[in-house]
């Protein structure tokens, strides 16, 4: 423990961000770092408790009270031997990571948490900085060869992994870069993507081979891995976004929040983008959806100028704090104001879609709604509504962004080419903790397995499956586990 009354003496800070008026003028990360003295006084908040529920918060087991420990003492090697130990990619995490360690940080039960996740980035940008972020190529290759399906976290996590245990990884990537939603999908005012492709570079020289541009399925059939590969690891990620299939969902202006979000990816890096190109610029813009997603194109949307935004949820507003159904230390849904919600946006809850309204060119002018009210149960969660009579009406909109999240995996090309049994809400099934699927040698991991989840969620599934899959051919494991025991299982 860094400072013994480090937690009476200061108070949670975060670094300044830019302002909204300047920051929605580009598309570049708006945080700024902390001077040193500001982290020092940070990390001394941490209280080195008995019992770190934050270890057992974070699905990554990250070590937090003894990086704290190291970042107040400035032992910026051991900040950064620790933290890397448990997590692959602390420059992700540390900035788009929801920081569910914060929700079960005992100070939290009376103060405001430590700044958990901001001291995560900074020991990785600190790290990087001092050079100590260095590819680590295996003295020793196995000889045994894998596929991983997929470069998002989950994929990259296994591959990193995998790597590290001296087995010759390919990863198989459809789009024309490697990153998943990392890299195609969550905007660069959040994670600006020279951070992604850093940490592919190193990756690169360590060993992992990239072979993007590469849809296993169609461009390599899935008999050819499994002819090929000793082992295969799905990281495909949940793509099948959930639809609105409610009358006018044909008219030009609707669409799904990831057609909208990867074009501008792609633009922000100069690249090429194919096909209608689909931009918020002076239009009334409706996201459907009040998620990450959902919030993301709003950001969006401000960046490129849009005349009005209005994110609609079809559940009811969440509390503001925490309620007796959501004690510390779980996750607590709460109403969350992201900084895209704080750059501009008026946001709805509790109203339904009826129709998408267009002109007699196909053109999308409008969006029928209707308010609804919930019924709940006894712990006050919400189970059915009925719509409110005379709140129907017509708001204008040229431009809806579906933001309701992923079903599932696609399951046409590698899934039905494979045969792995799915699960009932259509994932493939693989038991969390094993990670084998129905068929041999091939494993699952991140929301291709889980369904659609989170970044530190996706690390922590592609860590676990490559320590079965390093099992399952050498017959042991030395890679490291958030599990204890199971290192020795
Ligand atoms: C817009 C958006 C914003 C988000 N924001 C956040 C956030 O702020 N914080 C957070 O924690 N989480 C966020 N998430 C969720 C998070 O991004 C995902 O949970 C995570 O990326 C899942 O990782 P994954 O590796 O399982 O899959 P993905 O990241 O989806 O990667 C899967 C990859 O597999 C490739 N692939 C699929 N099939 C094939 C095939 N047959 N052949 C070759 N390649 C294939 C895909 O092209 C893709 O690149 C967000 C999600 C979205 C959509
Ligand atoms: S990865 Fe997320 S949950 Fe884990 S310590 Fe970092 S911010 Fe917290």
Redesign the pocket.
Known sequence: MGKITGFKEFTRELPSKRSPEERIQDYKEFNTMFAADKLNNQAARCMNCGIPFCHSGCPLGNIIPEFNDAVYKENWEEAYTILSSTNNFPEFTGR???APCESSCVLGINKPAVTIEEIEKHIIEIAYSKGLVKPKVPLIRSGKTIAV???????LAAAAQLNKAGHLVTV????DRAG???RY??PDF?LEKWVVERRIQIMREEGVVFKCN????VHILADELLRDFDAIVL?????MPRNLPAPGRELKGVYY??QF?KQQNKRVSELEVQGEEILATGKDVIVIGGG??GS?CVGTSNRQGAKSIIQFELMPVPPASRTESMPWPTYPMILKTTSSHEEGCNRSWSVNTKEFVGDENGNLTGIRIVDVLWETDVFGRPIKFAEVEGSERVLPAQRVFLAMGFLFP?KV??LEQLGVELDERGNVRAQEGVYQTSVNKVFAA???RRG???????ISEGREAARRVDQFLSGYTSLESKDAESMYA
């Open positions: 788009i990571c929801p399906i997929g470069s998002g976290p989950a994929g198989f990537e459809r789009d998943g939603l990392l999908g969550i959040k590469t849809e296993v399925g990281a495909g990620g949940s793509t929040a990831m979000l990450d997603t993301d696609q090309g590698l991140g929301d291709m659609q989840s989170l970044v530190v969620w996706a």
